[in-house]
C-alpha cells in the first residue's frame, strides 16, 4: 500500500463523533417506539378494523416498503416544504425514521396475529371480555412473542439504516464522519472507524434486545 | 432560462431509471455468484472458512450500506487506483448483496433434513457432489420466495450510490429538482418509478411464498 493510514488525526474530532453516535442512538430509540406503536395500530386496524381502514393500511405499507428509505427523506424534508409544510432537518429525520419502521413493523406484527388460532379469540370473547380486552392480552400479547426476533432485526436494519439521515445533515454519526473528513481529508480512517462504531452498535442492539425479550417473555 | 415540462422531467428521470436496473441488475447477479462461493465455504464444515464467512457477513449485514460505499470509494483509492463512482458502487452493492443472499440461503440449506447429508455421504459423494446434486435442488425450491423478495432491497440499495455521485434515478431527481425547484412534483415521480419496479417483485415473491406454502 502506497498510503499510511491516520488514525492519529482523527483524536481532535472525538467529541464530534462522539455526539454523532449519541443522536444516532437516540434517532434508533425513539422511532423504534414510535414506529411500533403506528406497526401495532396498522396491523390491528388492518386485521379488525373496517375494511377501507384496512385498504388504507396496506396502501401505506406497500408505498413505503417498495420505495427506498432516501427517496421518502427527501419526499418529507425537500417535497413536502413545496406543499407548506416545512420541517426542521431534524423533525424531518425523526418522521421518516417512524414512518419507515411504521410501515415494517406492521407487516410483521400482522404475520404475528395471522398466526394465532382463531379459536384463542373466541375464548376470549365468551369470557365476556371487551373487543380491547382481547385484542391487548390475548392478540397482542401472544402475536408480540411470536415476532420478536423478526421486529428485533427488522430495528436492526432500520438502525443502519438512519445513516442516510446524514443527507438531509440531520447530524448523525455519518454526518459527523462525513464531517470529520472534510476537516482532515482522512476519508477512509473516520469512514472505517464509524463502520466499526455501527458494527459495534449493531452487535449491542442485537444482544440487548436478546436479554430485554428473555425478560419480557420469561413466563411459560 | 431552460424551461422544464412534466414530460421533460418524467423522460430524463426514465433515462437514469435504466442505470438504476442496470446497476440492480449487476448487483443482484454478481451478489448470487459470490453468494453461492459463500455458501459452499460457510456449509463447508471447514473452520477457517466458516469463520471468514461469519465474519464476512457479520460486517456487511451489521454496518450501514452508505458506510460500505464511502469505505470502497475512498478505500480502494488509496492503492493508488483511480476509482469512479461507478465501480465502487458495483463492488459494494454486489459484496452487500452476496451476504445477505448467503445468509438466507445458508438457511435454505439448513432446512434440509440431515438424512439426506448422511444419505448422501453413504452414495460416497464428495461435499461438492452433494451440494450439487442433493442439497442445492432441494434447498433452492425453499430459496426462490426469500431471493426474490430480497431482490426489492437491491434496488433500493442502488439508489444510496446517489450519494457517492453515480447518476440513477435517485441522483437524476435531486438533480432534476436543484434545476426546476418542484421537489414535490420531482420526488414523487421518483418514488412512484421505484415503487413501479418494486412492487412487481414484492408481489411475485409473495405469490411465490403463497405457491410453496400450498405445495407442502
Not at chain 1, 455519518?174 to 463502520?195: D, K
Amino acid at each position: 500500500m502506497l498510503y499510511k493510514l491516520e488514525f492519529g488525526d482523527l483524536l481532535p474530532y472525538w467529541d464530534v463523533l462522539l455526539q454523532g453516535l449519541v443522536f444516532t442512538i437516540v434517532l434508533t430509540v425513539v422511532s423504534t417506539v414510535a414506529g411500533i406503536a403506528v406497526g401495532t395500530a396498522g396491523a390491528s386496524a388492518r386485521t379488525f378494523g373496517p375494511a377501507w381502514l384496512g385498504r388504507v393500511v396496506v396502501v401505506y405499507v406497500e408505498l413505503i416498503r417498495n420505495t427506498p428509505f432516501i427517496v421518502q427523506l427527501f419526499f418529507i424534508f425537500f417535497g413536502l416544504p413545496a406543499a407548506g409544510v416545512t420541517l426542521s432537518e431534524t423533525t424531518a429525520a425523526f418522521i421518516a425514521m417512524v414512518i419507515n419502521l411504521g410501515a415494517y413493523s406492521t407487516e410483521i406484527i400482522r404475520a404475528g396475529i395471522q398466526a394465532i388460532p382463531k379459536g384463542h379469540i373466541e375464548a376470549g370473547v365468551s369470557l365476556a371480555m371487551s373487543k380491547w380486552e382481547v385484542l391487548r392480552h390475548i392478540v397482542l400479547n401472544q402475536a408480540f412473542r411470536k415476532i420478536y426476533p423478526a421486529l428485533s432485526s427488522q430495528i436492526i436494519i432500520v438502525m443502519l439504516g438512519s445513516s442516510v439521515v446524514s443527507q438531509i445533515s440531520a447530524q448523525d454519526l455519518t454526518y459527523a464522519a462525513n464531517f470529520v473528513a472534510s476537516r482532515n481529508f482522512r476519508n477512509f480512517e473516520v469512514y472505517l472507524l464509524a463502520a466499526l462504531a455501527y458494527l459495534l452498535l449493531a452487535m449491542l442492539t442485537r444482544s440487548l434486545l436478546r436479554g430485554l425479550g428473555r425478560i419480557i417473555f420469561k413466563a411459560e | 432560462m431552460l424551461k422544464f415540462s412534466f414530460w421533460d422531467i418524467l423522460s430524463n428521470l426514465l433515462i437514469a431509471t435504466e442505470w438504476t436496473i442496470i446497476l440492480s441488475l449487476i448487483a443482484f447477479f454478481c451478489g448470487g455468484i459470490v453468494g453461492l462461493i459463500l455458501l459452499f465455504m460457510r456449509t463447508s464444515g471447514v473452520k477457517p472458512l466458516e469463520w471468514f464467512t461469519k465474519s464476512y457477513i457479520e460486517f456487511f449485514q451489521g454496518t450501514p450500506l452508505l458506510m460500505q460505499l464511502f469505505l470502497f470509494f475512498f478505500g480502494i483509492a488509496l492503492f493508488g487506483v483511480e476509482v469512479s463512482p461507478w465501480m465502487a458502487a458495483t463492488l459494494a452493492l454486489t459484496l452487500w448483496t452476496s451476504a445477505f443472499l448467503t445468509e438466507i440461503w445458508r438457511g435454505c440449506v439448513e432446512s434440509i433434513p440431515k438424512g439426506q447429508w448422511e444419505a448422501s455421504a453413504t452414495l460416497a459423494l464428495t461435499y461438492i457432489e452433494q451440494m450439487r446434486y442433493v442439497i442445492l435442488p432441494q434447498a433452492a425450491r425453499i430459496a426462490i420466495a426469500p431471493t426474490v423478495g430480497f431482490s426489492v432491497q437491491v434496488v433500493k440499495g442502488t439508489a444510496l450510490a446517489s450519494i457517492i455521485g453515480f447518476v440513477e434515478l435517485t441522483k437524476a431527481g435531486t438533480m432534476l429538482n436543484n434545476a426546476t425547484f418542484r421537489p414535490f412534483l420531482v420526488y414523487s415521480l421518483v418514488a412512484a418509478i421505484y415503487f413501479c419496479l418494486c412492487f412487481p417483485l414484492s408481489w411475485f415473491a409473495k405469490k411465490l411464498e403463497g405457491r410453496l406454502n400450498a405445495a407442502r
